[in-house]
């Protein structure tokens, strides 16, 4: 019995002093360090777009105001061919392919499109520093085989593809509902590359995601959740299918896999590689990608 009685009176001791030595703990957070955000993308027979804006502390506040000073407006945006030498200026105006470009806050091409096979330089400046990347344009587009929806309700789209044989082929999937978003947003892993069904079809979901994290969406019920991922009748759905670089696909595949298993950067910080290099070798985040894209209408019925 004194056994027992010891083994009792050992665990209450131990108890005891794990609560006496708890002790506060106080964090000094670092201090923030801005770098560049710089998001531009150029596809087959459409101009570039690129985006700049400047990055703010994790715990300040957010808000339009805080976002609206952030975006950058007075940098000199070059974007070149580099298979025929033709180069253009960027300028400042709207878009509905970039949440950045419906406020009127975007860099846009004009004469200069995107060509299968050809690479694309994409070269910054602002505020005395200067940004370069490079880009390639992947000669084959996705080989659509079938696009539908499940009848069933809400519930999602689907799409069966065939991927092209003996090359790396890296893709990335978007979509937009008309009268409901104003841009094209990415889905829960809607990016990825071939090397689990080369040569084959792939048959799987488009999710939708929120094209904005700061709409503060709550997911209180399933029904909420199932209003903010999946399709109903009646809606008209573009998607959008891409082919794209292996730099493109390795950093939006990062980021898609923190937000899918998470929803919250901060519990599983990601590491998101750029292909977008200062001149002065300072911190950059952000991608310059290059899209084969397809466009295609779904009614759901």
Known sequence: MLKPLRLIGYAILAGLLATGC???????LPEHRQVAVIEGWIENGQPAIVAMSISRPYYSTTSMDSIL???QTNAKVTVTDSNTG???QLTLGKTNDHIYGVLGKAYIGKSLKGVPGHTYLLHVENNGSHYDASTKIPQHGVRLDSLYFSRKGRSFIRILFTDHAGEFNCYRFL????????????VYIGTFDDLTFDGKQLNFEL???PYSNLLGIEYKTLEDLKNATMFKRGDVVYVKSTTTDPATKDFWFALQMDLAMTNNMIVSPGVYKTNIRESEGRTVSGIWSGYHARYDTIVCR
């Open 22 to 28: 708890e002790t506060p703990i106080e964090i000094d």
């Open 69 to 71: 000073k952030s975006i």
């Open 86 to 88: 033709e180069s253009e």
């Open 175 to 186: 979509t937009k509902v008309k009268g409901q978003e104003p841009t094209f947003t990415q």
């Open 207 to 209: 999710t939708r995601m």
